[in-house]
């Protein structure tokens, strides 16, 4: 293999690469490039590029976006954009504030670490949050953004649709062919935007991955016990708001990721900006005044009591912020995992893929395994196919889900998989890291 090459990658191959980046940039147009040097640089053979789009009233949006590709696959293959909404903190009148803000997102965040590990693009658009006007909370899509009926302000989230399209445009002229369906994450103000978005525009919403948003959620219903539920608390006034009904099939088939850590104390329900008075006393009297437990308890009650396809994790010791432990937990899901192996005590640390898709039958099939986690310790390799758990048979991921759950701190659990037609035996032991609040 000649220096500087790839396995299986030729001059002809790296040229192509190359090409797709060129092309992306003159598409650009007039956008600001910037060269990003990081560890993935070295991974992919081809140094991570970030384009800053100019606003385009034309087309829809009037605020910047940052576009990243991580690295550009070999073949045309149909890829999907993560977006992640910037949240700058604080509001500001000086528009550089937030443009930084949302440069900084496409290297440290939530949604940044996916593109990155799963090697897929990434959108943060670089919306404004004025000082002037606090208490519109553009960065989490409140009701008093949406409220706001002309200049560019308006309508954030069609502008965030206009970016995604203007993106997959950009693109698709640079040879990468992207799904209209976008994987979307969020934290803190980031997530909430992300969570109220997904419900006004569920068709468009691949997968949902989000944390650290105080514990409420916008719940999938017009009323709780009697007490209407307007945006963005529930749907009590959605059709009047949006002009269509609330798309519940469409919202029901998104698979949502929403976790908490159980020392976040960062509740914005206390403050005006995001949340006026009036909507303060719906969401204590409603979901409790106590974020967590009671709060977080709550809307994940009423999340799954709607049917929504939702993983809920509470990380232990963890504040209002992540580590590589939950950003490994969110590219895992946002792979496609249908599950992550979770009881209400322990975490496996695997995810599994479609049925089948090992062995051609039900059985379990791993597709991911978080570094250090207890199956990796236990020698469990992406691929291996789970025969048993302890003294239980597996013969579909059901049977897995239901095995995990009875385990607790300081099992040790005998583990049957096959891997390229071999029966190994591994032991699984579940340590204090493994565990999870609740």
């Known amino acids: 293999m000649r220096p500087g090459l790839r396995r299986g990658e030729t001059r002809s191959s790296t040229l192509h690469h190359v090409t797709r980046y060129l092309a992306l940039l003159t598409f650009a147009g007039a956008a600001a490039a910037y060269a990003q040097e990081d560890g993935l640089a070295a991974k992919s053979g081809v140094t991570p590029l970030t384009v800053m789009v ?27 954009l993560i977006v992640e909404t910037n949240n700058t903190g604080t509001p500001s009148d000086d528009f550089e504030d937030h443009l930084r803000a949302a440069r900084r997102a496409t290297e440290q965040s939530v949604g940044a670490f ?43 989230d069609l502008q965030l649709l206009a970016m995604v399209d203007d993106a997959i445009k950009r693109l698709k002229a640079a040879g990468i062919a992207a799904e209209p369906q976008f994987l979307m994450t969020g934290f803190s103000a980031s997530a909430t935007f992300a969570n109220r978005f997904t419900m006004i525009h569920p068709e468009r919403v691949a997968r949902l991955a989000i944390g650290g948003f105080n514990g409420v ?69 409603v979901m409790g005044e106590s974020m967590q437990p009671d709060r977080w308890r709550f809307v994940q009650r009423v999340y799954r009591d709607s049917g929504a396809n939702i993983v809920a994790l509470t990380y232990r010791e963890i504040g209002h912020g992540t580590n590589e ?5 969110v590219a895992e899901f946002l792979a496609g995992a249908t599950e992550i192996l979770i009881s209400d005590r322990v975490a496996l ?10 062995d051609g039958g039900n059985s379990p099939c791993v597709s991911s395994v978080r570094p250090n986690g207890a199956a990796d310790r236990a020698g469990i390799r992406r691929g291996d196919v789970v025969r048993r758990f302890g003294t239980r048979e597996i013969g579909t991921p059901a049977d897995l889900a239901d095995a995990v759950a009875e385990a607790k701190n300081g099992d040790r659990v005998v583990m049957v998989v096959h891997r390229r037609q071999r029966e190994l035996t591994l032991e699984i032991e579940f340590t204090h890291e493994d565990l999870l609040a609740y």
Request: with cysteine.
């Open 54 to 80: 100019a606003a385009s009233p034309d087309a829809g949006f009037f605020y910047p976006y940052f576009l990243k590709l991580s690295t550009v696959s070999r073949a045309p293959r149909p890829t999907r």
């Open 114 to 156: 996916a593109a990155n590990r799963l090697e897929l693009p990434l959108l943060v658009p670089a919306f404004p949050r004025p000082a002037s006007d606090s208490l519109v909370y553009t960065h989490a899509l409140d009701s008093d953004s949406l409220d706001i009926e002309t200049g560019p302000m308006r309508r954030l």
């Open 217 to 285: 959620l916008m719940l999938p219903t017009a009323r709780v016990n009697g007490t209407d539920l307007p945006y963005p608390l529930g749907l009590s006034d959605y059709e009047a708001r949006f002009g269509a009904p609330f798309d519940r099939e469409a919202w029901l088939a998104i698979p949502q990721f929403l976790f908490m850590g159980e020392n976040d104390t960062n509740d914005a329900v206390k403050f005006d900006d995001a949340y006026p008075e009036t909507d303060r006393r719906i969401v204590y009297g």
């Open 325 to 329: 432990r939950i950003n490994e937990d």
């Open 349 to 358: 640390g695997m995810g599994l893929g479609a049925e089948g898709a090992c």
